[in-house]
């Protein structure tokens, strides 16, 4: 079975940086493709940053050029480095093994974490 099991999030200034952890278990970790979606209220849930067991990484728009997605697959983990954060960011944050069609995280394979809160005050 497996388990996703996020940590990192907090509250922070804008401007400021956090990382993400995400743990995995129950899975052959270093084939999967994963990544980073999150939340607001009111919000549906959108993908952030995604990387392939390959190394390839897919980001939204909206976090190009501040936030960083890696994986240490000795370790099971995939991480999301959180620069120059702003009010916007503020979301709850999940991890999810995903499918990836032409280098582009195409959709969730239904395994989610229970998330991590992240709030960034202006």
């Known amino acids: 079975q497996v388990q996703l099991v996020e940590s990192g999030g907090g509250l922070v200034q804008a401007g400021g940086s956090l990382r993400l952890s995400c743990v995995a278990s129950g899975v052959l970790f270093s084939i999967y493709n994963m990544a980073w979606y999150r939340q607001a209220p009111g919000n549906q849930r959108e993908l952030v940053a995604g990387?392939?067991?390959?190394?390839?990484?897919d980001y939204a728009d909206s976090v190009k050029g501040r936030f960083t997605i890696s994986r240490d697959d000795a370790k099971s983990t995939v991480y999301l480095q959180m620069n120059s954060l702003k009010p916007e960011d503020t979301a709850v944050y999940y991890c999810?093994?995903?499918?990836?069609?032409?280098?582009?995280?195409?959709?969730?394979?239904?395994?989610w974490g229970q998330g991590t809160q992240v709030t960034v005050s202006s």
């Open positions: 990387i392939t067991g390959g190394g390839i990484t």
């Open positions: 999810s093994v995903v499918n990836v069609v032409n280098r582009r995280v195409s959709g969730s394979l239904g395994f």
